[in-house]
């Protein structure tokens, strides 16, 4: 039997935390893109004692994943860490932490930052914590959609998104971390999160490899048409086969030959 040394666990855990990959696919019809608190205090210069440097030079790398998203029919759903219910439901220790030491108040409602161009048809939940499934509809909107795969972006990296990335994993879903779309506040703390994520909570890829392997796993269908004849159902088409319940485009009706009428999306 094997003595496991100290040096040989040691290296074993330094190994997964640097270099550990999660093995699983990224398909873009079981995928949801969550984009955290890319608002106005955290990324809009100069705006707020709480703004992230970090986060505003990433801000463009992360439009473009949406925008890639998008083009896979991948829903974007976004967060923004708000004053809800009069604070009311927020936990009662933040008052009492570092994270609070200043008399800033939001003057009205927290906005995405409007450079990251949200579409008033994506959805947009207002969180009272730092975790995006704590007291929010976020499970339940993900398993309408049929998603079992969540990709994290945006901001604090070891707050918000990390919390978000762990309550994923803890609700059964597989989580995909952005490393470059992903910001904190403190860039040296940066990496250490990555680690912990990397060897125990999600698979940690740059926004380049989140689109591709969303690109590779992406069915190729020709006018609709998929497998042996199979129409291609659109991830967010209603069940009737109206209209695209996740961006309200249409959908084409097609009559195949034994005269059911089904859906396939635009070509």
């Not at 039997?1 to 330094?14: G, I, L, Q």
């Not at 923004?80 to 108040?105: K, N, Q, V």
């Not at 990555?194 to 269908?221: C, H, M, N, Q, S």
């Amino acid at each position: 039997m094997m003595e496991y040394t100290e040096e040989w666990v040691t290296a074993r855990a330094r190994d997964a935390y640097e270099h550990g990959r999660a093995s699983f696919d990224v398909r873009p019809e079981r995928t949801a893109l969550l984009v955290i608190d890319m608002q106005d205090e955290f990324v809009r210069p100069g705006w707020s004692p709480y703004w992230v440097p970090a986060a505003t030079r990433m801000a463009p790398g992360l439009h473009r994943l949406v925008e890639e998203c998008r083009a896979a029919a991948v829903p974007v759903i976004w967060t923004i860490f708000d004053d809800t219910h009069l604070g009311l439901d927020r936990p009662r220790a933040l008052s009492r932490l570092p994270h609070a030491d200043t008399d800033w108040r939001r003057p009205g409602p927290a906005e995405v930052w409007a450079p990251m161009g949200r579409r008033r048809d994506e959805a947009l939940i207002r969180k009272p914590s730092y975790g995006a499934f704590h007291d929010t509809p976020l499970d339940t909107m993900l398993r309408n959609l049929g998603r079992d795969t969540v990709v994290v972006t945006g901001t604090l990296t070891n707050y918000c998104c990390g919390t978000t990335a762990r309550q994923a994993y803890e609700r059964g879903y597989q989580v995909v971390f952005g490393a470059d779309v992903t910001a904190t506040d403190d860039e040296s703390r940066q990496e250490p999160e990555l680690a912990v994520l990397r060897k125990g909570f999600a698979l940690v890829l740059t926004a380049r490899e989140i689109a591709d392997r969303l690109k590779a796993a992406a069915p190729a269908p020709e006018d609709g048409v998929s497998g042996e004849g199979r129409l291609t159902r659109h991830p967010g088409r209603d069940r009737h086969g109206a209209r695209c319940v996740m961006c309200a485009c249409p959908v084409r009706l097609r009559a195949p030959a034994n005269g059911v009428t089904t859906a396939g999306t635009r070509s």
